[in-house]
């Protein structure tokens, strides 16, 4: 992104808001905005349209999640990243299936703290990686994947590059590069390095 990242910091404690700030800003961050509760954070997003509305999972009302539809309909184009304390299944792929784009531990370090706010912030994805790989091991064991992505992720738990793996099912890149991307989505994993590690640790059987 060019410029100056927006940011709103949905938080109940000004202690935690305050710190955020200090450590955002001299990473290029502008706050434009903090909010104690929902309707703070609703009125706030609706006038200032931030590239990233930073959410505690928990707010003085409780559950922040329930509130997510709304905040980005406020603010289209807006990017959630949810922070939290809660590692959760539920409650991470609740935050991810309401519309936020990243979840983030708050005891994470402050460089992953800047990594996911710039990735949310530029239309990405980010889950912090050991929940990302958490959640797609407990799916992993719960779908059966097609033949197709079976043999992709065989290959990548072999260390092969996508042209290695299009060569060796004689089908073209773009195809492995699709497989890949179809793979990360149905797992609830964010990077290509995710992905390979979780064709390691879960290298299929019967391919």
């Given at each position: 992104m060019g410029g100056p990242v927006r940011v709103v910091l949905a938080e109940d404690h000004p202690t935690v808001r305050a710190g955020?700030?200090?450590?955002?800003?001299?990473?290029?961050?502008?706050?434009v905005g903090e909010a104690a509760c929902e309707r703070e954070a609703l009125e706030i997003v609706s006038?200032?349209?931030p590239d990233v509305?930073?959410?505690?999972?928990?707010?003085?009302?409780?559950?922040?999640?329930?509130?997510?539809?709304?905040?980005l309909a406020a603010a289209p184009g807006m990017g959630i990243l949810v922070q939290s304390?809660?590692?959760?299944r539920a409650i991470i792929c609740g935050a991810l299936a309401a519309g936020a784009a990243g979840y983030l531990l708050k005891n994470s370090p402050v460089s992953e703290l800047v990594v996911a706010?710039?990735?949310v912030a530029s239309g990405g994805r980010y889950v912090q990686p050991s929940l990302g790989a958490g959640l797609a091991r407990d799916q992993g064991r719960e779908t059966d994947l097609p033949l197709r992505e079976r043999q992709v992720l065989g290959l990548l738990a072999e260390g092969h590059t996508n042209r290695e793996v299009a060569a060796r099912l004689t089908v073209s890149v773009r195809t492995v590069e699709s497989v890949r991307a179809a793979l990360r989505a149905r797992l609830g994993l964010v990077t290509r390095a995710d992905l390979v590690a979780y064709a390691?640790?879960?290298?299929?059987s019967d391919v």
């Open positions: 955020t700030r200090a450590f955002l800003e001299p990473e290029g961050f502008v706050v006038r200032q349209r509305l930073m959410l505690d999972v928990r707010l003085e009302s409780g559950l922040a999640l329930k509130a997510i539809p709304q905040l304390c809660y590692e959760d706010a710039r990735t390691r640790q879960n290298r299929p």
